[in-house]
């Protein structure tokens, strides 16, 4: 059973297009972050939101954290080649040190 | 490039042996972790050190072991292999204990392929 569900899984669009990537969980997290990976390279950080109900843009990215911090969605307006890669969020309990809990990944593909 | 090295970039090896790996932080990072992803489980956390002692574990294998050395670096040992012990083995590292957290984000390496034939 994962700790954090991270839907949907695989996400095929056309450029221009939005979409929304969605990761739930029954437990309350300290804080929650995205992550950006790319085959063959270690994941980088977008962003940490801490406060429930928090809204973070990046660029064409808004990032918004559940307001009871069990949920958060990344949400990608026009979307772009370069947005291809895969996606995870990852959320850390209370009290459990830097133990991070990731979810199983959107894998993004966006067509020209 | 976040700073975080990590060595080998890849290592194919058979069942039964014994294969260390070796991560170094980014520099003033006292926080070392480890994580492995494979295809069906995705990334999942495996122990964290804070300057030299063991500070979070989690589903880590009794055939693993990690430490972190008074340089700061790190290395997780596996032994007697398996075949699905395969995957990628990512260290990342962070300032101060609680990775995760704001101003305290986690830089993850390059990563390590392990093939175990």
């Known amino acids: 059973t994962q700790l954090l569900e991270q839907s949907p899984q695989f996400l095929s669009i056309q450029e221009g297009e939005n979409l929304t990537v969605y990761c739930n969980s029954s437990?309350?997290?300290?804080?929650l972050q995205w992550y950006r990976q790319e085959p063959g390279e270690g994941p980088v950080l977008l962003v940490t939101?801490?406060?429930?109900?928090e809204v973070k843009k990046l660029k064409r990215l808004t990032f918004q954290f559940g307001d009871a911090r069990k949920d958060s969605s990344l949400h990608i307006t026009a979307a772009q080649p370069g947005d291809t890669g895969l996606y995870l969020c990852?959320?850390?309990?209370?009290?459990?040190?830097?133990?991070?809990?990731f979810g199983q990944g959107t894998e993004l593909s966006v067509k020209p | 490039d976040s700073g975080v090295t990590q060595t080998p970039k890849h290592l194919i090896t058979a069942t039964g042996q014994r294969v260390t790996l070796r991560c170094s932080p980014r520099?003033?990072?006292?926080?070392v972790y480890w994580y492995q992803q494979s295809l069906d489980q995705g990334l999942q956390f495996l122990i964290q050190?804070?300057?030299?002692?063991?500070?979070a574990k989690g589903n880590i294998l009794e055939r693993f072991s990690a430490q972190q050395f008074p340089d700061l670096h790190s290395e997780l040992n596996l032994s007697s292999l398996e075949l699905g012990d395969s995957a990628l083995y990512f260290c990342?590292?962070?300032?101060?204990?609680?990775?995760?957290?704001?101003?305290?984000?986690?830089?993850f390496g390059p990563g390590t392929r392990l093939t175990v034939l």
């Open positions: 939101v801490v406060t429930g109900g």
């Open positions: 050190y804070y300057n030299g002692e063991e500070r």
């Open positions: 520099s003033g990072d006292l926080s």
């Open positions: 437990s309350v997290f300290s804080s």
């Open positions: 990852a959320g850390l309990l209370y009290n459990q040190g830097g133990k991070l809990i």
């Open positions: 990342a590292s962070s300032v101060s204990p609680s990775g995760g957290a704001p101003s305290n984000e986690q830089f």
